[in-house]
Nanobody, 122 residues
Protein backbone atom coordinates (compact mmCIF):
# COMPACT_ATOMS: atom_id res chain seq x y z
CA UNK A 1 0.00 0.00 0.00
CA UNK A 2 1.21 3.52 -0.77
CA UNK A 3 0.26 6.40 1.51
CA UNK A 4 -0.03 10.08 0.70
CA UNK A 5 -0.33 12.59 3.53
CA UNK A 6 -1.49 16.13 2.88
CA UNK A 7 -3.17 19.12 4.48
CA UNK A 8 -0.36 20.68 6.44
CA UNK A 9 0.30 24.37 6.53
CA UNK A 10 0.79 27.44 8.66
CA UNK A 11 -1.87 28.27 11.22
CA UNK A 12 -2.12 30.56 14.22
CA UNK A 13 -2.40 29.17 17.72
CA UNK A 14 -5.99 28.22 18.45
CA UNK A 15 -6.69 27.44 14.83
CA UNK A 16 -7.52 24.18 13.09
CA UNK A 17 -6.17 22.00 10.32
CA UNK A 18 -7.31 18.73 8.85
CA UNK A 19 -4.73 16.32 7.55
CA UNK A 20 -5.62 13.52 5.21
CA UNK A 21 -3.92 10.23 4.45
CA UNK A 22 -4.99 8.53 1.28
CA UNK A 23 -4.08 5.03 0.23
CA UNK A 24 -3.52 3.32 -3.07
CA UNK A 25 -2.42 -0.10 -4.13
CA UNK A 26 -4.42 -2.09 -1.60
CA UNK A 27 -7.64 -2.01 0.40
CA UNK A 28 -7.05 0.49 3.18
CA UNK A 29 -9.53 -1.33 5.38
CA UNK A 30 -6.94 -4.08 5.89
CA UNK A 31 -4.74 -1.68 7.85
CA UNK A 32 -4.70 0.08 11.16
CA UNK A 33 -3.56 3.63 10.53
CA UNK A 34 -1.75 5.97 12.85
CA UNK A 35 -0.37 9.45 12.78
CA UNK A 36 3.08 10.30 14.07
CA UNK A 37 4.85 13.60 14.28
CA UNK A 38 8.45 14.68 14.41
CA UNK A 39 9.54 18.08 15.59
CA UNK A 40 12.98 19.44 14.70
CA UNK A 41 15.65 17.69 16.72
CA UNK A 42 13.20 15.32 18.34
CA UNK A 43 12.19 11.72 17.87
CA UNK A 44 9.14 10.67 15.89
CA UNK A 45 6.21 10.34 18.25
CA UNK A 46 2.80 8.67 18.12
CA UNK A 47 -0.08 11.15 17.90
CA UNK A 48 -3.02 8.81 17.49
CA UNK A 49 -4.35 5.85 15.58
CA UNK A 50 -7.49 4.16 14.38
CA UNK A 51 -8.49 0.54 14.08
CA UNK A 52 -9.47 -1.17 10.85
CA UNK A 53 -13.17 -0.76 11.54
CA UNK A 54 -12.81 2.77 12.83
CA UNK A 55 -14.44 1.74 16.06
CA UNK A 56 -11.37 2.27 18.21
CA UNK A 57 -9.04 5.24 18.42
CA UNK A 58 -6.06 5.98 20.61
CA UNK A 59 -4.40 9.35 21.24
CA UNK A 60 -1.35 10.91 22.77
CA UNK A 61 -2.44 12.43 26.07
CA UNK A 62 -1.47 15.94 25.08
CA UNK A 63 -3.79 15.90 22.05
CA UNK A 64 -6.82 14.22 23.62
CA UNK A 65 -9.88 16.40 23.25
CA UNK A 66 -8.23 18.47 20.52
CA UNK A 67 -7.42 15.94 17.80
CA UNK A 68 -9.78 13.43 16.20
CA UNK A 69 -8.94 10.61 13.84
CA UNK A 70 -11.55 9.17 11.51
CA UNK A 71 -11.61 7.05 8.39
CA UNK A 72 -13.77 6.62 5.32
CA UNK A 73 -13.64 3.20 3.71
CA UNK A 74 -15.30 4.37 0.52
CA UNK A 75 -12.49 6.81 -0.23
CA UNK A 76 -9.62 4.95 1.47
CA UNK A 77 -8.85 8.04 3.50
CA UNK A 78 -7.95 8.64 7.12
CA UNK A 79 -8.21 12.14 8.54
CA UNK A 80 -6.58 13.85 11.46
CA UNK A 81 -8.71 16.79 12.55
CA UNK A 82 -6.63 19.10 14.70
CA UNK A 83 -8.34 21.82 16.70
CA UNK A 84 -7.08 24.31 19.27
CA UNK A 85 -3.60 24.01 17.85
CA UNK A 86 -0.64 25.06 19.96
CA UNK A 87 2.89 26.05 18.96
CA UNK A 88 4.14 22.79 20.46
CA UNK A 89 2.10 20.90 17.84
CA UNK A 90 4.51 22.18 15.20
CA UNK A 91 6.07 19.18 13.47
CA UNK A 92 6.12 17.10 10.34
CA UNK A 93 3.16 14.75 10.52
CA UNK A 94 3.32 11.28 9.04
CA UNK A 95 0.64 8.69 8.50
CA UNK A 96 1.57 5.05 8.82
CA UNK A 97 -0.20 1.76 8.27
CA UNK A 98 0.13 -1.72 9.63
CA UNK A 99 -1.64 -5.03 9.09
CA UNK A 100 -1.01 -5.90 12.71
CA UNK A 101 -2.19 -4.16 15.85
CA UNK A 102 -2.80 -0.56 16.72
CA UNK A 103 0.30 0.40 18.67
CA UNK A 104 2.16 3.61 19.48
CA UNK A 105 5.49 2.15 18.36
CA UNK A 106 6.73 3.46 15.04
CA UNK A 107 8.78 0.34 14.34
CA UNK A 108 5.53 -1.67 14.22
CA UNK A 109 4.42 0.14 11.07
CA UNK A 110 5.58 -1.03 7.67
CA UNK A 111 4.09 1.65 5.43
CA UNK A 112 4.64 5.39 5.69
CA UNK A 113 3.50 8.49 3.91
CA UNK A 114 5.95 11.23 3.03
CA UNK A 115 4.99 13.65 5.79
CA UNK A 116 3.29 17.01 5.80
CA UNK A 117 4.53 20.04 7.73
CA UNK A 118 2.31 21.70 10.31
CA UNK A 119 3.51 25.02 11.69
CA UNK A 120 1.60 26.71 14.50
CA UNK A 121 2.54 30.31 15.17
CA UNK A 122 2.07 31.94 18.56
Amino acid sequence: VQLQASGGGLVQAGGSLRLSCTASGDRFSKYVVSWFRQAPGKERRFVGGISRSGGRTEYLNSVKGRFTISRDKTTDTVWLQMNSLKPEDTAVYFCAASTEFLTPTSNDYDYWGQGTLVTVSS
